[in-house]
């Protein structure tokens, strides 16, 4: 199997805060993990591709400092939003790659 | 341009009927290409690969033309089940990446 879990599965926060989302591939090891977001109506945006051991790379647009990306373990990735704001609500996706993505089921985020 | 661009819909159909979905990618680099599932507030699932030399599954059929980029999903004998958001992925040969197009819904209805 191929299963990817995302934790938590929905988060409610005030505006400043930070919060962590945790990516985890359940029974395969994945070196590369993908952070996507989307929003309402629009398509899957990827973020940044977290590799294991390594510093993450992010996209074009997606400020490293505010969304921090932890890849400690081959099986854990992490992403923190950092002084979350209203504007950064949004369903987050990771995925992890073993020959094809393999997606979490998503992280609502709401920020107050 | 969008990378991937396809009709954002919604595609309203009675159950049993034949529903065909398109999509367009801009990379002629493009490697790979897939069209994924998503079902409201719920992760993307891999509905099939696709290849030039077209492929089916069972009532779905995917086809791909490389010549003029163009990827196509059909669907026989709707169910109601079938009812979500229909995304053309496409893989980038160089860095592995996936590009999502926005998605086309499909409704069935009784």
């Known amino acids: 199997g191929a299963v990817v879990s995302q934790h938590p599965s929905w988060v409610i926060c005030k505006s400043g805060t930070s919060v962590k989302i945790e990516c985890r591939s359940l029974?395969?090891?994945?070196?590369?993990m993908f952070w996507y977001r989307q929003f309402p109506k629009q398509s899957l945006m990827l973020m940044a591709t977290?590799?294991?051991?390594?510093?993450?790379?992010?996209e074009q647009g997606v400020e490293k400092d505010k969304f921090l990306i932890n890849h400690a373990s081959l099986t854990l990735s992490t992403l923190t939003v950092t002084s979350a704001h209203p504007e950064d609500s949004s369903f987050y996706i990771c995925s992890a790659l073993k020959v094809a993505q393999f997606f979490g089921p998503g992280t609502r985020l709401t920020v107050l | 341009r969008k990378e991937v661009e396809q009709d954002p819909g919604p595609f309203n159909v009675p159950e049993g009927a034949t529903v065909a979905f398109n999509c367009t990618y801009s990379?002629?680099?493009?490697?790979?290409f897939f069209w994924y599932r998503q079902d409201c507030r719920k992760e993307p699932k891999l509905l099939m690969s696709v290849y030039s030399s077209g492929n089916e599954d069972g009532r779905f059929t995917a086809q791909l033309n490389r010549a003029s980029q163009y990827i196509s999903l059909l669907i026989r004998d709707s169910k109601l089940s079938d009812s979500a958001t229909y995304l053309c992925v496409v893989k980038e040969w160089d860095t592995g990446k996936l590009i999502f197009g926005q998605g086309t819904t499909l409704q069935v209805k009784p």
């Open positions: 977290s590799n294991e051991g390594s510093k993450a790379t992010y």
């Open positions: 029974d395969f090891q994945a070196t590369t």
């Open positions: 990379n002629s680099a493009s490697q790979s």
